[in-house]
C-alpha cells in the first residue's frame, strides 16, 4: 500500500495523522502512509472533521467531495477524495 492510489478520477489517501499538533502541515511519510499533522485534538470527532475540511481545502474541492473511508477512531487513516481540483506542491502524487 502506498500513500495514495488513484481509482479514475478519485484519489485515495492512506494517511498517518497526528492530532493536537502546534499547525496543521504534511510531514511526509509514516512507513508507506502520508503523514499528516493537524491541530485538533482527538475529541468527539473533532479531528475528522478538521481533517476532512483541512484536505477539503488542499485539494481544492467541497468538505462533500472528501469522504473517510475507514480508521474514523484510530491514527490511521483512508480518505478519498472526488475530482480534485489542485494538489499540495509538498506531496508528489504522480499529476
Known amino acids: 500500500m502506498s500513500g495514495?492510489?488513484?481509482?479514475?478520477?478519485?484519489l485515495i489517501l492512506n494517511l498517518h495523522v497526528q492530532p493536537k499538533a502546534s499547525k496543521d502541515e504534511w510531514s511526509g511519510y509514516y512507513g508507506e502512509q502520508l503523514k499528516l499533522r493537524i491541530k485538533a485534538p482527538p475529541v468527539d470527532?473533532?479531528?475528522?472533521?478538521?481533517?476532512l475540511k483541512f484536505i477539503s481545502d488542499e485539494f481544492g474541492v467541497s468538505k462533500s467531495a472528501c469522504k473517510l473511508l475507514s480508521g474514523e477512531?484510530?491514527?490511521?487513516?483512508?480518505?478519498?477524495?472526488?475530482?480534485?481540483?489542485?494538489?499540495?506542491?509538498?506531496?508528489?502524487?504522480?499529476?
Open 73 to 95: 477512531s484510530g491514527r490511521d487513516k483512508r480518505i478519498s477524495i472526488t475530482a480534485p481540483s489542485k494538489f499540495p506542491t509538498c506531496l508528489n502524487l504522480g499529476v
Open 45 to 51: 470527532g473533532k479531528a475528522n472533521t478538521h481533517l
Open 4 to 10: 495514495y492510489l488513484w481509482q479514475g478520477d478519485v
